[in-house]
Nanobody, 122 residues
Framework: QVQFVESGGGLVQPGGSLRLSCAASGSIFRLYDMGWYRQAPGKQRELVAGITSGGSTNYPDSAKGRFTISRDNAKNTVYLQIDSLEPEDTAVYYC????????????????WGQGTQVTVSS
């Protein structure tokens, strides 16, 4: 089973940027559609960005413009660039394999990593 290790989080001031990384084990990572999700205290986990095995990207309306997902299959890694960070972005960020439905929903599938904490505060 593929495992994921997220990194790159930290404490950042509003307006700053972060690049999160998700390293995957296993040689079939390149076949997976992948998603970045986040969970803020007291809230449900939500999708912030998705990328298909072919490199097509998907963002919910709330994440368009500030979040950029990318992948490097040679490194078994998916990235999340977050710009113009806001206090509301404070959350634990996770990556996961995703199942994409015909209706365009991105459902996490399989195991989660430990996540990486992003805290936006002055």
């Amino acid at each position: 089973q593929v495992q994921f290790v997220e990194s790159g989080g930290g404490l950042v001031q509003p307006g700053g940027s972060l690049r999160l990384s998700c390293a995957a084990s296993g040689s079939i990572f390149r076949l997976y559609d992948m998603g970045w999700y986040r969970q803020a205290p007291g809230k449900q986990r939500e999708l912030v960005a998705g990328i298909t095995s072919g490199g097509s990207t998907n963002y919910p309306d709330s994440a368009k413009g500030r979040f950029t997902i990318s992948r490097d299959n040679a490194k078994n890694t998916v990235y999340l660039q977050i710009d113009s960070l806001e206090p509301e972005d404070t959350a634990v960020y996770y990556c996961s394999r995703a199942l994409v439905s015909a209706l365009g929903t991105w459902t996490p599938f399989g195991s989660w990593g430990q996540g990486t904490q992003v805290t936006v505060s002055s």
